[in-house]
């Protein structure tokens, strides 16, 4: 399976570490507003995307990166990458749940995180203190890596929650 589709995890201690807008980035200005608008859902497919934003709003392609980068470090930008649709590619996912002492935490995040089919990995105040999302080609190697994960993290049962229907199918904020 390609990393590739893959290409960011949630880890909520990088979270932490991120300056904040204010901190070390200055107040967003209409041009930052209109790079995110356009890089929600009109990020073009093309060998210099940058440049292509560039144009649009009548920058330069260093501008836009400088803007953009800017921002990531600032955390106003988690991630750029794109959105698929797993089961139309041939694919099966599931939310999954985890009860995780806080002692095996950084551990246990570590090698859920060394799997190249988990696509965000949060930490929340449940019962089920850790929840991530896995996708694998089939439902058996989804099943197969939850279990060799559960061994190797030294973890009882990670519960697999895949979804019925969808709910979400697109979220883009106008700013």
């Keep these: 399976m390609p ?7 949630a880890v909520r201690a990088a979270e932490a570490r991120r ?13 930052d507003r209109k790079i995110l608008n356009l890089i929600q859902s009109e990020f073009p497919l093309h060998p210099r995307p940058f440049e292509q934003l560039g144009r649009l709003l009548g920058l330069s ?27 139309k590619l041939g694919f099966y996912s599931t939310l999954c749940a985890a009860r995780v002492p806080q002692r095996d935490l950084e551990r246990f995040n570590k090698v859920i995180n060394s799997y190249p089919g988990v696509t965000h990995n949060y930490q929340r105040d449940h019962h089920y203190n850790i929840w991530f999302t896995l996708i694998g080609e089939s439902q058996e190697a989804v099943e197969s890596t939850l279990e060799e994960m559960a061994q190797k ?23």
């Design 153 to 175: 993290a030294g973890v009882g049962e990670i519960v697999s929650l895949p979804a019925r229907r969808t709910f979400k199918i697109r979220v883009k904020f106008e700013l």
């Design 19 to 31: 300056p904040r807008p204010g901190k070390c980035y200055r107040e967003m200005d209409e041009i």
């Design 61 to 87: 392609e260093d501008q836009v990166l400088q803007r953009v980068r800017q921002m990531k470090l600032a955390g106003v930008i988690r991630r750029i990458g794109g959105s698929f649709d797993s089961r």
């Design 3 to 9: 990393t590739s589709l893959w290409p960011m995890r």
